[in-house]
C-alpha cells in the first residue's frame, strides 16, 4: 500500500469526537470521573489506557454511568434501574471511599477488603435514602493490583448484578465476573429460601418452555437482576452483596472488557473478544465509514504531511482504533439490536511507566 492510499484509506476510520465524549442526539454525555480525593490514591508507577463509551441508545432518558480513576487502574460500570440516582452515587462516591482506606504500598487482601467495605458503606447511604427506594444500581469494578515485591499483577474484581467484566487472554474470552440474575442456581435458592419466587416472564415454546431471548426472569414479577446497590423495597429477595474474585495476569492477557448488559443482552463474551480482536486485525482502511456519520479528523493531505511512513501510519491507526475500541463495540450493540442504555470500557493492559512528582 502506498503511502497516499494508506491515507485515504484511514481518513475514514477517524472520527471527530473523543472517546470519552458523546455528542449524537441519541446519546447522554457521560459525567466525568470523580475527582481525585485528598487522602492517598492507590499508587504505582504503573498506568493503563482505557477506552470508554456510554450512550442512552433507544431509552427515554440515560441511567449508565461509569468511572475510571487516574492512571485507569480502577474501572467501574454502573447500570440504574428505577432512576439514575444510585448509579450517580456509585460513580462520584464508590472509589473516593476506596482510594481513602489505602495507603501507597497496600497488600491484595487489604485491596479486596476496601472493596467490600467500600460497596457496603455505600450500599447503606443509598439504602437510607428514602426517596430512593424504588431505585437501584448493579456495579462491575476491576482494579488492577500490583505487588511491589513480587512484580505480580492482580486482575482483583468485584461484581454486584448483571454487568460483566470479560478478559481476553491469548485471543479468548474469560469471564472476570459471574452474571447474578434471577434464574442462576445459586441466586434462585436463596430467594426461593426467604419465601421469595422466580418466574418466566416472556415466550414460551409448544411444551411450555421459555423461549431464550424473547423475555426474562423476574423476583416477584418484578426486577430481573438478583443483585443490586439500593433497592430497599425490594431487599432481601434482591441482595447487595458484593462478589469479590481475583486472577493473576498471564502472558498473553490483553485487555478487559467491562460492560453494561446492553452489550450482554445481544453479545457473548467470546463474542466481544472476538470482535475487538477482529478490529484491530483489519488492514489499515478496513473499517467502514459509515452513511456520513463520521468525519476526518484531519484532511488526506495533511495526515500524508504529517506521518513519515507507512509503517508510522499504520501504528497511528491501530492507536486510533484502541482509542475507540469502545465506540465501536457500543455501535456493534446497538447494530445486533439492544434497546438499552449502554456503557463499555475497554481497559488494555499493557502497561506504560509514569514519572512520579517529586
Not at 81 to 108: A, E, T
Not at 155 to 160: K, Q
Not at 266 to 280: A, G, I, N, R
Request: proline fraction near 4%.
Amino acid at each position: 500500500m502506498n503511502l497516499i492510499g494508506a491515507a485515504l484509506a484511514l481518513a475514514s476510520l477517524l472520527i471527530a469526537t473523543q472517546t470519552q465524549s458523546t455528542v449524537a442526539s441519541s446519546e447522554a454525555t457521560p459525567p466525568p470521573s470523580s475527582p481525585t480525593p485528598s487522602s492517598p490514591t492507590p499508587s504505582s508507577d504503573l498506568n493503563y489506557k482505557a477506552s470508554i463509551k456510554a450512550v442512552r441508545g433507544h431509552r427515554p432518558y440515560m441511567e449508565d454511568e461509569f468511572i475510571v480513576s487516574p492512571g485507569s487502574r480502577f474501572c467501574g460500570v454502573f447500570d440504574g434501574h428505577g432512576g439514575s440516582k444510585v448509579s450517580q452515587y456509585l460513580r462520584d462516591n464508590l472509589y473516593s471511599k476506596f482510594s481513602s482506606k489505602l495507603s501507597r504500598q497496600q497488600s491484595l487482601p487489604e485491596v479486596v477488603d476496601a472493596i467490600k467495605d467500600s460497596f457496603k458503606e455505600v450500599d447503606d447511604e443509598v439504602q437510607a435514602v428514602k426517596k430512593w427506594s424504588y431505585q437501584g444500581s448493579t456495579a462491575v469494578v476491576c482494579y488492577m493490583h500490583s505487588d511491589e515485591k513480587t512484580g505480580e499483577t492482580t486482575i482483583v474484581s468485584a461484581n454486584v448484578g448483571d454487568s460483566r467484566a470479560v478478559l481476553s487472554r491469548q485471543g479468548k474470552a474469560k469471564d472476570l465476573t459471574v452474571d447474578h440474575k434471577p434464574n442462576d442456581k445459586r441466586e434462585k435458592s436463596r430467594i426461593k429460601k426467604l419465601g421469595g419466587k422466580v418466574s418466566w416472564f416472556g415466550y414460551r415454546d409448544n411444551k411450555g418452555k421459555p423461549i431464550p431471548g424473547s423475555g426474562v426472569y423476574r423476583i416477584n414479577g418484578n426486577l430481573a437482576v438478583a443483585r443490586a446497590i439500593g433497592d430497599r423495597t425490594e431487599t432481601p429477595f434482591v441482595s447487595s452483596e458484593v462478589e469479590m474474585l481475583d486472577y493473576k495476569v498471564e502472558e498473553g492477557d490483553e485487555f478487559i472488557i467491562l460492560a453494561s448488559d446492553g452489550v450482554w443482552d445481544v453479545m457473548t463474551s467470546e463474542e466481544t473478544v472476538d470482535f475487538v480482536h477482529q478490529m484491530l486485525r483489519g488492514s489499515v482502511g478496513a473499517l467502514p465509514s459509515g452513511d456520513g456519520t463520521r468525519k476526518a479528523v484531519l484532511k488526506m493531505s495533511d495526515w500524508a504531511m504529517k506521518e513519515g511512513d507507512d509503517s508510522d501510519i499504520i501504528q497511528k491507526a491501530v492507536s486510533m482504533r484502541k482509542k475507540k475500541m469502545a465506540k465501536f463495540l457500543v455501535e456493534e450493540s446497538m447494530r445486533r439490536g439492544s434497546s438499552d442504555n449502554i456503557c463499555a470500557i475497554v481497559l488494555w493492559l499493557d502497561k506504560e511507566r509514569r514519572t512520579r512528582p517529586d
